[in-house]
């Protein structure tokens, strides 16, 4: 075992980032909808929560540019990217803005009218059900109303500050 390298006892916030960083998160990409606005994010914070109802949860910080229409309740989907999916992660994490996020990938219409990606390891089509708020983040609970599953399990993953397979 190597020693643990101590961060300062004073920056809490900069030894969890520190800690975290060293957790394996499948990468998603979220879409959010209203009316014709729509949204799109690279994301890890995604969760199940439930399965009786079946539900997931999104987190997303005040400054993502999604952020108001989940906050006013819009419906979502999640969609768990592959490994080939690295440039729509890209695009969506920052390298577009707006509905250029959407210029690559084959986006459809899911059932609640919003966007899923056709080849996504799999696609969850959410009904806004809740929000909570604390800290930097929104949390946003939806009811999910249909799920997409395509190819093999090899995702795209996000750790130590990078994509991986």
């Not at 005040?62 to 819009?74: C, E, Q, W, Y």
């Given at each position: ?57 999104v ?20 969609n ?6 690295r440039?729509?992660a890209?695009?969506?994490?920052g ?6 996020r ?23 089509a ?5 929000a ?16 997409r ?17």
């Open positions: 075992m190597t020693n643990a390298v101590l961060p300062d006892a004073g920056d809490i916030a900069g030894a969890l980032k520190l800690g975290l960083r060293r957790l394996a998160k499948a990468v998603v990409v979220v879409t959010a909808h209203r009316g014709d606005t729509r949204a799109a994010m690279t994301a890890t914070a995604v969760s199940e929560l439930s399965l009786d109802p079946p539900s997931l949860l987190c997303a910080n005040r400054s993502a540019s999604m952020f108001p229409l989940l906050k006013d309740g819009a419906d979502f989907c999640v768990i990217l592959d490994a080939s999916h440039a729509i890209d695009r969506c994490a390298g577009a803005a707006g509905d250029a959407f210029a690559e990938g084959d986006w459809r219409q899911a059932a609640n009218g919003g966007w899923v990606l056709g080849d996504a390891q799999a696609s969850f959410c009904a806004f059900e809740q909570h708020f604390y800290g930097t983040h929104g949390i946003f609970i939806g009811r999910v109303i249909d799920v599953i395509a190819g093999e399990v090899g995702p795209l993953i996000y750790v130590d500050g990078a994509f991986r397979s």
